[in-house]
């Protein structure tokens, strides 16, 4: 996603995956993050305050739909469908060929994956979203993320 204008995180947390954003990120590209928490939040904010390029915004992560459309957006803090609440809308988040990467996931191991003892609606969600070809990439024997690209038009 180097050629990527636009990128949206929810969770910014303490701001690790940002700073992982903004080194891989274009020279230009606008980054901005959502993270409820107030501390953390401004700790982030602090971390890239010489980052012109770099927004850090302290509220729920529905915020994130204010500067869309994105061409990466990473989901990290709501809007993956993991621990309910509404679910993020690609086709008002994302440019046509955009991507979103849902991680920290466990890999499948059956199909259709399970969590806990039951079918993983959150990850089916993404994996069977109409509008998006999405996949599941193992990163480790106990990690997985999911990636889907909006599909054009
Ligand atoms: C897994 S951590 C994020 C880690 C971070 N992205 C990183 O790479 O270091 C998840 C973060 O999402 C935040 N979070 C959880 N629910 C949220 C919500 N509804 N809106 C915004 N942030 C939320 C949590 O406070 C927490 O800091």
Redesign the pocket.
Known sequence: MRGAERIG??????????A?LACGARPGAELV?????AE?AALAAELFAGMPTVTVIQ????EIYRDAPYDLL?L????QGK?G?PVADPHRLLRDGGTLVID?LSPAKHWPPRFEGKIDQPRMHWLNHSGMDAAELRLGPDLAAVVATRRYG
């Open positions: 995180e929810t969770g910014t947390g303490c701001g690790v995956g940002l992982w993050s959502v993270e409820r928490d953390r509220d729920d992560w529905t990473v990290d803090g709501g809007g621990t609440g920290d």
